[in-house]
């Protein structure tokens, strides 16, 4: 079997998923398989696909989302290593070796992420401070807003497989609520060079087209805190961040006129705010 696997969730995007599976098959490192996911395309995704059958994987199945169409790939996969990249993303040549490289070193539990170039309608855009990428622990700077890209992402399938897979229940944030399960527990390796391409601004993304994001991160921080090993410090954070996101989507819902949903926020909340006689 090759040491990498390669998976790439797609919907209805043949006229970008060409580009990403150019990208990977021009890796100078060349150990991987690639299986390309279509998660129920009803455009000619199918068509662009066949030109590169000898050279991929192709499964397909219903429209189910993001995370079924990632966790179908790992089912179908065999590789020591599993690297994600989103249809309407690029690597440059090098990137799986780089990773692959610091792989070897005997790192256990091994995650890295890398480094991306950002292009929002066609042109390049610097990255906040807030996104700066890092390696190391940092669960409670991703408890803020996701910090790693499946497309940067290489992580070993053993690791992968003891934190769990992808959240199907989630329709989006389901990237946010893996590296918790990680960054909670594990180190992550990272390498400081752009090697992902992240094109942004297409009316598809999942930032554009699922309205109060923050509430499948509520959902994700709710799960991370019924995890008893989580530390004293990371779960006050986890807490807090909670707490915040939490008002934030009860502002956001009162404006709408939801008022049912806005109080529900509000005393999930206050259900996880410390008495003030327990905080002297």
Not at 152 to 167: K, N, P, T
Not at 178 to 202: C, M, N, Q, S
Not at 209 to 221: C, G
Not at 226 to 251: F, H, M, N, T
């Amino acid at each position: 079997m090759p040491l990498v696997s390669v998976i790439i969730p797609t919907h209805n995007r043949a006229h970008l998923v060409e580009r990403a599976v150019l990208s990977v098959l021009r890796q100078t490192f060349k150990d991987f398989e690639l299986l390309v996911v279509d998660d129920g395309s009803t455009d000619a995704t199918p068509e662009v696909l066949s030109g590169f059958r000898a050279r991929l994987k192709p499964l397909f199945q219903e429209n189910t989302g993001v995370s079924s169409a990632r966790n179908m790939g790992i089912r179908h996969s065999g590789g020591e290593l599993v690297a994600f990249l989103d249809s309407d993303d690029e690597w440059r040549p090098t990137k799986l070796e780089r990773q692959v490289d610091l792989f070897r070193g005997g790192r256990p539990n091994f995650i890295c992420h890398t480094d991306e170039t950002w292009i929002r309608n066609g042109k390049e855009v610097a990255q906040g401070r807030v996104h700066r990428k890092q390696g190391g622990r940092f669960f409670r700077r991703a408890l803020k807003r996701c910090l790693i890209s499946p497309s940067a992402v290489m992580i070993s399938r053993e690791l992968l497989d003891s934190v769990g897979w992808f959240d199907e229940e989630l329709p989006a944030a389901e990237d946010y609520d893996l590296w918790l399960r990680i960054t909670a527990f594990h180190e992550v390796d990272f390498i400081e060079e752009p090697l992902v391409i992240k094109h942004g601004g297409a009316h598809d993304q999942l930032s554009r087209t699922v309205p109060a994001i923050d509430r499948f991160r509520i959902r994700s921080i709710i799960k991370i805190l019924a995890d008893p090993r989580l530390s004293g410090v990371d779960r006050i954070a986890a807490v807090q961040e909670l707490i915040g996101k939490c008002e934030i989507v009860a502002s956001g819902c009162a404006k709408r006129g939801k008022m049912a949903e806005a109080r529900h926020y509000r005393e999930l909340a206050e259900s996880y705010k410390i008495p003030e006689s327990r905080s002297r």
